[in-house]
């Protein structure tokens, strides 16, 4: 993959870790999906279902990082990482995780469960890239199972856009939004002017689930106040194997 490119000009790639293990927990990858993710040369990460903790694992397997999942991903490549905890159990967490290679001015993670049993979060982040001179806000998304829960969340995503990004601000909002009927494209795009980055170059929202051969258009890189966008082809192999979401991935211009 070519790494030459525009200043103004950024790589974003999203992806579900399945805390770093494959399909049906069969097997620990986390260092592989670490050498994919690397691979992309992405300047933003959006990461879903990452651990920041579980005492079990590190009990249980050798090569468990001594680190959270999301510092051990970022180690060397992305200085700036931004965590918010979503599920806490006995023996650990996990939640969403933002990479970058800009400064992250600010962060919040905010809560948007629907019931006890599943818990789900909005992770808001302002990213100030220093040779841009204007400041980026990210989202990353992980949405509910059910259509009862990703009606309200998605009008929490709504009112956070509203209430907390500038209108001209660019905008990215990435992640799994668990939309297998589609109902999320339309209502983003009524409330807060986003564009599908896969939809708007081919007319349809890549299939994402399972990885192993995709079926449901599950995962979604949305932007807002870009000058241009184009989707990132990333090979099958080794991302079939190293989660049972496929990543996204794509290069956003900013300015002329």
Known sequence: MRTDKPQNTLRI????THKGFTFFNRRFILHELRDAIR????????LQEVLGAHHRHARRLARWPTISQYEFLADTIWPEFAYGRNAVYPYGH?????????PIASYDNIDVSIGKHE???LLHCVIRPPTLGLDLHAICV????REYQ???QLESLCALIEEKVPSEAPLFVAGDFN???QRAQKKLEGCAGLKEIHYEDGGRLKRTFPAT?????LDRIYVRNVHSCKPIRLSRQPWAKLSDHAPLAAEVSLCH
């Not at 790639?13 to 579900?16: A, G, K, M």
């Not at 996990?94 to 800009?102: C, E, M, Q, Y």
């Not at 051969?213 to 258009?217: E, G, S, V, Y």
């Open 39 to 46: 691979a992309t040369h992405a300047d933003i990460v959006f």
């Open 119 to 121: 818990r789900r979060g």
């Open 142 to 145: 992980h949405l509910g199972l």
């Open 13 to 16: 790639l999203t992806v579900n």
């Open 94 to 102: 996990h939640g969403n995780a933002l990479l970058s290679k800009f």
């Open 150 to 152: 990703r009606r309200p």
């Open 179 to 181: 939309d297998w009927r």
């Open 213 to 217: 051969l995709p079926i449901f258009r």
